[in-house]
């Protein structure tokens, strides 16, 4: 049997609310950026060589040697030598920013890793480096997955862990390895049947390097240093999530419209974020960009109105190091003297998805 209705008048009915429009925005006062590592793998591994791999092809398009470097800016990358791999590379990472940091590994009570790179799909890489870390059993680990953004994603993850008391001291890491996914692209374009179109949609894998990286973050109570991480904006644009797909085998990337699209999104993020954190162009005295090559990175900064020398690169040396582009630029600019003490440094990452995130250092 129905049952009865139910005649509510309109006026007291409240309309549907608009759901938000505005990026997610995230503010900390008291989180602290306690340290910063990083490994660079020592073996290189020259473009130069990497086209001489794939010279049949090359004479098949007719191909001079030296075409990727002249488009992607990117003479060599660093890959792991024999005994040395992403995850050793993150727990050296881990060591250095530690130290710095002033704090035991015993103090640490998150350890999140945050790689594109995955040597197994359990356990977690997290859990791997926490046990070669040494770090006691009360301490939490997990993996975060977001492409390239991933690194900027943990620091954004364990700062609210922080802010809302749940743990003083997190470390945050990212441990890549380009070889396993190199290999496979170089067999690929050595196939008979390879042609311009397989080219292109590999340029992409041939920018990738091989690093590591860390960063210790803290509450007041285990601070040692003033670097205080103020705030985060994010923006997605998931609707380009199929311009670059990628996983162990291979990377399959529209580079044009990658381009476009991700400079949009980096637009769109930075008017977020400058709001947030009521800054302008004119107080980002460094700004530590994703590094993919050339044309992203000059074309992002000149979209912003970063200066060029206010905007370091790693890309000529290190290539398309994965999640660790965004720490790695900001450990190696901040060893070469670039931040001093009430500098405004910017951490913009950008990542497959589309995903941008951008967070604000007071130094």
Known sequence: ????????????????????????????????????????????????????????????????????????????????????????????????ALAEAGLPAASVQVVVSCSVYKPRLEPSMACEIQGALGVGPHCLNFDISNACLGFVTGLSVVANMIAMGQVDTALVVSGEDATPVLDATIARLTDPSADIHTFKDNLATLTLGSAAAAAVVTSPRAARSQHRLLGMTTVSAAEHHGLCTGDTHGMVTDSARLLREGVALAGRTWAEFTDLLGWSIDDVTTAAMHQVGKAHHDTVARHLGVPADRAPSVYPWLGNIGSCGVPVTATLARDQGHFRSGDKVALMGIGSGLNCAMAGVAW
Do not use: C
């Not at 010279?55 to 024999?82: C, D, H, M, N, S």
């Open 1 to 96: 049997m129905a049952g009865p209705s139910l005649n509510v008048p309109t006026d007291l009915v409240a309309p549907a609310s608009p759901l938000p429009t505005r990026a997610v925005r995230q503010r900390w006062d008291d989180v602290f950026l306690g340290g910063l590592g990083v490994r660079v793998p020592d073996v290189t591994l020259s473009t130069a060589e990497l086209e001489d791999r794939i010279r049949p092809l090359y004479r098949k398009l007719g191909f001079k040697p030296g075409w990727v470097e002249a488009v992607t800016g990117i003479a060599e990358r660093r890959v792991w030598g024999p005994g040395g791999d992403a995850v050793s590379g993150a727990v050296q990472a881990a060591h250095a």
